[in-house]
């Protein structure tokens, strides 16, 4: 009788894992297969992240959201990041950071899901210790990040001489981070 008490008990706490695992969203269960959050949580997360300085010798404000990760087929780092400068207007960008030991990438586009082109500013390169680190820039407006931002976010291939890479920004992320731009232009 025991047993089929116990066998009963896991039954149930299975059926809730499964519920709970079926309220997740897809970038969700990408982000985390330990545990369960939710995308409000997620993106609170990243809009606690994301640091604010003001520079008065510039006059800039920088926002800067923390690293969305790591591209799988490249050493890739990415975030996004935004100023506010004398035009009062807040530019938004995806700072991209790439890293490689054989050859220089050369990245000078960049193509999202639905084939719009965007804007790829290169900003520097470095060469230490063998590795070859090129700095590159994509430009984004704010009425394209709250499109992407309700949806699955932005998913974004980015083409060289040498080669290409795919970088995902999930929608949690973008949320996070307009919000906080958001929170910090209401408080001014």
């Known amino acids: 009788m025991r047993w089929i008490a116990l066998l ?10 499964v519920l ?13 297969s330990s545990f ?3 995308e409000n949580t997620a993106a609170g997360q990243v809009g606690n992240r994301t640091e604010v300085n003001f520079y008065a010798a510039e006059g800039t404000t920088w926002f800067v ?9 490249l050493d890739a780092g990415y975030f996004l990041r ?17 890293k490689s ?18 804007q790829v500013k290169p900003i520097g390169v470095d060469w230490e210790s063998g590795w070859k680190t090129e700095h590159l820039l994509i430009q984004l ?21 040498q080669g290409e890479i795919v970088l995902n920004v ?15 232009r209401r408080a001014k």
């Not at 935004?82 to 207007?89: E, L, S």
């Not at 704010?142 to 980015?158: C, D, E, H, I, Q």
């Not at 999930?170 to 929170?183: A, T």
């Open 170 to 184: 999930p929608s949690f992320y973008l949320k996070g981070f307009l919000r906080k731009v958001d929170f910090w």
């Open 82 to 98: 935004a100023y506010k400068n004398g035009d009062n207007r807040i530019h938004f960008q995806l700072y991209v950071i790439l």
């Open 141 to 161: 407006s704010r009425p394209y990040l709250n499109r992407l931002a309700t949806k699955l976010g932005l998913s974004l291939k980015v083409t060289g001489k």
């Open 8 to 17: 009963g008990v896991l039954f149930l706490l299975g059926s809730i894992s």
């Open 20 to 32: 709970d695992a079926s309220a997740e969203t897809e970038i969700d269960s990408q982000v985390s």
């Open 65 to 73: 959201g923390p690293s969305v990760g790591q591209s799988p087929s």
């Open 101 to 118: 030991r054989h050859h220089w990438w050369f990245f000078d586009r960049a193509l999202d899901t639905n084939g719009n082109k965007l």
């Open 36 to 38: 369960a959050f939710s």
